[in-house]
C-alpha cells in the first residue's frame, strides 16, 4: 500500500515545465530524507532528486540539475519538484519516497528507501 500520493503529472511538449507535489506528513519532512525517483519500463528507479530533513540541503541527478528544483512546502506538508526545460528522457513514473539520513547525505539508492508512493506520471512529447 503506498504512503504517499503524488499528483501533478501529465502531458507536455518539450521545454515545458511541470510541478509534482507529494503529500506528506510534517514528520516525514522533519525527520527523514526525501526524495523523488523516475522509472520508465525496463529500467530501475533513478533518483532524481533529494532533500534533507527540513529543506537543509538538496541533491540532483546529473541529468536534471540545473533544471529541476524539490523544495518543501511546510504549510501544506508537501514535497514538490518543479520540472523545468523538459526533455523527451524526463519522460517517465515520478515516485516520492522517504528514507534515512546515511552519513549525513541523502541517498541515492532506491532499495535505501522503505516508503513510497504510487507514482505520477509525466510524458514529454516533441
Known amino acids: 500500500q503506498a504512503r504517499f500520493a503524488e499528483f501533478g503529472g501529465g502531458s507536455v511538449q518539450a521545454g515545458g515545465s511541470l510541478r509534482l507535489s507529494c503529500e506528506a506528513s510534517r514528520d516525514d519532512l522533519t525527520r527523514y530524507c526525501m526524495a523523488w525517483f523516475r522509472q520508465t519500463p525496463g529500467k530501475e528507479r533513478e533518483a532524481v532528486a533529494s532533500?534533507?530533513?527540513?529543506?537543509?540541503?538538496?541533491y540532483y541527478g546529473d541529468s536534471v540539475q540545473g533544471r529541476f528544483i524539490i523544495s518543501q512546502d511546510s504549510a501544506k506538508n508537501t514535497l514538490n519538484l518543479d520540472v523545468n526545460n523538459l526533455k523527451l528522457e524526463d519522460s517517465g513514473m515520478y515516485y516520492c519516497?522517504?528514507?534515512?539520513?546515511?552519513?549525513?547525505?541523502?541517498?541515492?539508492?532506491?532499495?535505501?528507501?522503505?516508503?513510497w508512493g504510487q507514482g505520477t506520471q509525466v510524458t514529454v512529447s516533441s
Open positions: 532533500i534533507h530533513p527540513n529543506g537543509a540541503r538538496a
Open positions: 519516497a522517504r528514507g534515512p539520513i546515511i552519513a549525513q547525505k541523502c541517498p541515492s539508492r532506491a532499495i535505501l528507501y522503505n516508503l
